[in-house]
């Protein structure tokens, strides 16, 4: 079983950051990609950036690229994503999700384990 828990999720004003963290609890036998999406209110899930298990490869939304990144940690259970640049648009809930294999991708139905979630408001 895999079970994730976002923080960091805050209410920020236009132009600033915020960074979402994601700790991730899995077997240890287990090499494991991470994804971050997002859900705004009245919209369907999308996806936000993933991370391969070693980091070396990253995939990024088009309404995100340049301005948020996606790391591990050292211990590779810990999940970031920094966002900068913050948009009103970007105001939604964020999500960290495992799709239970080393595949990265972009493809929501990839993830079958999801966290609670951290709500994030970017004020205008």
């Known amino acids: 079983q895999v079970q994730l828990v976002e923080s960091g999720g805050g209410l920020v004003q236009a132009g600033g950051s915020l960074r979402l963290s994601c700790a991730a609890s899995?077997?240890?036998?287990?090499?494991?990609?991470m994804g971050w999406f997002r859900q705004a209110p009245g919209k369907e899930r999308e996806a936000v950036a993933a991370i391969s298990w070693s980091g070396h490869s990253t995939y990024y939304a088009d309404s995100v690229k340049g301005r948020f990144t996606i790391s591990r940690g050292d211990a590779k259970n810990m999940v970031y994503l920094q966002m900068n640049r913050l948009e009103p648009e970007d105001t939604a809930v964020y999500y960290c999700a495992a799709p239970g294999s080393n595949i990265a991708t972009l493809t929501i139905n990839d993830y079958p384990y999801w966290g609670q979630g951290t709500q994030v408001t970017v004020s205008s």
């Open positions: 899995v077997r240890a036998d287990i090499d494991y990609a």
